[in-house]
């Protein structure tokens, strides 16, 4: 057999690079959106704000729980700025302490707290889609007062679509934010 041996065909060393610049191979560099970057910490505060915006129209509506699609709105609305906020907390805490929140554990609490967010790990419910489903089932009920049954003289239509169209920018705000954080755990 015609096996070559190190002793015979011994291997070398790759050569040196100038300069001395034989830093080791870094990872994909954080990008815009990502949790622990300004990005993220603008897109975390815009799910807040248009959260929060949502849940104080539909609560200054006097009978909006007299509809079970605006009180679940009102619920889903709820959790997306509670997980916004803390999320936001811990972007501003990265960005002034100059830590990267690369580690893959934090990157699985916010990649899974954005896809899925309760108050326990039993209930795992995906925030985005409680979001866009609560969304959803207001934008269904608004068409039918409006369009269907035309009693938007008896009821504030205006409010309703209001705190509906916030939901969806919240929801639409979600979105890249777990994408990306996926992308970065997913990229391991």
Not at 22 to 50: C, E, H, I, Y
């Amino acid at each position: 057999m015609f096996v070559s041996r190190p002793v015979v065909h011994p291997v070398e060393a790759p050569p040196l690079r100038e300069g001395g610049n034989n830093a080791p191979r870094v990872r994909m560099k954080d990008v815009q959106g990502m949790a622990g970057t300004p990005g993220g910490l603008v897109l975390r505060l815009f799910q807040f704000l248009s959260a929060v915006v949502s849940l104080c129209v539909m609560v200054t509506i006097s009978d909006f729980y007299s509809v079970t699609a605006f009180c679940y709105l009102v619920v889903a609305v709820s959790l997306q700025s509670l997980w916004s906020l803390s999320l936001a907390i811990m972007d501003i805490y990265a960005l002034l302490v100059r830590r990267s929140l690369r580690n893959s554990g934090i990157i699985s609490v916010f990649t899974v707290g954005d896809g899925l967010t309760d108050m326990s790990n039993i209930l795992l419910q995906i925030t985005s889609t409680l979001t866009f489903s609560a969304a959803c089932a207001s934008a269904g009920i608004t068409v039918l007062i409006e369009n269907d049954m035309d009693r938007c003289a008896m009821n504030p239509c205006t409010r309703f679509e209001t705190a509906t169209a916030m939901a969806f920018i919240s929801w639409f705000a979600v979105s890249p934010s777990f994408f990306l954080n996926f992308w970065s755990l997913a990229s391991r």
